[in-house]
């Protein structure tokens, strides 16, 4: 059984407690710290990642399995297509990076591919730094294939790997991201364009770190080259996208994050989200964190099902989507809204109560085939309404 969590031991001691023992910690990538930036206000998850939870295994053992996730036909067709965006030297990813990023430098020839492996993590982040540092001042192109970044998350690092980052002539650094979904016409579907510039402004911020530690630090560009299939073809074709909307977000949630320690303390003696015990306890556990669901949780955390089932149990009209749930200003459940809608509850001179009150009245109208006649109305005004109507049927 894991052991109970005390009061006053350091974050990370607490962190490894609130996984259970020998439960080694699931490393924080891109997409996880992309999320964190696209759900600000969820405490749940900005705690079970800064402990480092596997949030799958926790969801079926919470008997709510997710599906989230990259099926594996899709894996290989998108390996396949970076393979060979990158053949020949990246001759064609440098040439894209050239046509739609720095047109005005000199054209690619045969660009510098330096040798980026090392043992583990910490060795292949100092191998990716010192590689950067030594392109930025040949004046040339080069092509660093999968580098490995670090970024300070909550105290610890997190290494993050790109799909590539090219060094230009001039010093700068651009992020590339593959993606295998297509380009129709010169567009892809805006969802996951904006998902891949969540995740690419994540690796911009680490580049950043790297090209401070450096005198004069190289700018990092904040326009990133989107590359991915044209039409239906595995030809590949590429779009800039400015990050610097998602950047400015990422950088203020990573800053967040060191509220992880508050969120912890918070918590009740013994809480353990190790998957080994049983369902009721965790339940218990996971209940204790305040999340906040919103739909398009389900395509970018694995305890989805879970959170909208809870979600939707207690009413939550979060559940029905975040602008649904700004629309409505105080009135948080659905029981709420049913009763402002119905004049059975709700300040009158509240216009999210008004607007509801507005709309029951025009259905009502429409299933009874009359106009309704509300009581603040005068009766001649709603007499002329009526003649309005009639003359419409």
């Known amino acids: 059984m894991p052991l109970p969590r005390t009061r006053g031991t350091a974050l990370r001691q607490q962190l490894a407690e609130l996984r ?7 490393a924080l990538d891109a997409r996880a710290l992309a999320a964190l930036a696209a759900n600000p206000g ?25 599906a989230f996730g990259q099926s594996q036909f899709a894996f ?7 393979a060979r965006v990158k053949a020949d030297g990246g001759a064609e990813l440098l040439r894209l990076v050239h046509e739609k990023l720095d047109p005005g430098a000199e054209a690619p020839g ?3 591919v330096p040798d980026l492996s090392a043992i583990g993590p910490e060795g292949r982040a100092a191998r ?14 080069t092509l660093l294939d999968h580098p490995m970044l670090a970024l300070d998350v909550a105290g610890s690092a997190a290494f993050l790997e790109p799909d590539a980052v090219v060094v230009h002539p001039d010093g700068g650094w651009t992020v590339v991201e593959i993606k295998s979904f297509p380009m129709l016409d010169g567009s892809a579907d805006p969802a996951k364009v904006g998902a891949a510039a969540r995740q690419s402004a994540v690796y911009v911020l680490a580049l950043e770190e790297v090209a401070a530690r450096l005198d004069p630090a190289p700018e990092v560009r904040h326009r990133v080259l989107l590359v991915c299939p044209k039409d239906f073809s595995n030809l590949p074709t590429a779009s800039a ?8 977000v990422t950088r203020r949630q990573l800053a967040r994050l060191t509220r992880v320690e508050d969120i912890a303390a918070a918590l009740p003696e013994g809480s353990c989200f190790s998957p080994d015990l049983p369902a009721e306890e965790l339940i218990t556990a996971v209940e204790a964190v305040p999340a906040t669901y919103a739909p398009e949780c389900l395509s970018a955390c694995e305890l989805a099902f879970h959170c909208r089932a809870r979600s939707r149990a207690r ?11 700004a629309e409505l200003g105080g009135l948080t459940t659905v029981t709420d809204v049913l009763a402002a809608a119905h004049g059975e509850a709700g ?7 008004a607007a509801l009150r507005r709309a029951a009245l025009l259905r009502a109208e429409a299933l009874s085939g009359r106009v309704a006649v509300p009581a603040q109305v005068p009766a001649t005004a709603a007499s002329g309404g009526a003649r309005e109507a009639g003359a419409c049927r």
């Open 76 to 82: 290989m067709r998108g390996n396949a297509f970076e």
């Open 241 to 248: 996208v400015d990050v610097r909307k998602q950047r400015a």
């Open 20 to 26: 259970g023992p020998d439960v080694p910690p699931k």
């Open 110 to 112: 045969s660009g510098a």
């Open 347 to 353: 300040d009158p001179a509240d216009p999210a109560v």
């Open 42 to 66: 969820c405490d749940r998850r900005a705690l079970l990642d800064g402990a480092g939870v596997d949030k799958a295994k926790l969801a079926g053992a919470l008997g709510a399995p997710s």
């Open 315 to 325: 009413g939550a009209v979060t559940s029905l989507g975040r602008s649904l749930r």
């Open 128 to 141: 990716t730094a010192l590689a950067l540092r030594e392109a930025t001042g040949t004046g040339g192109w």
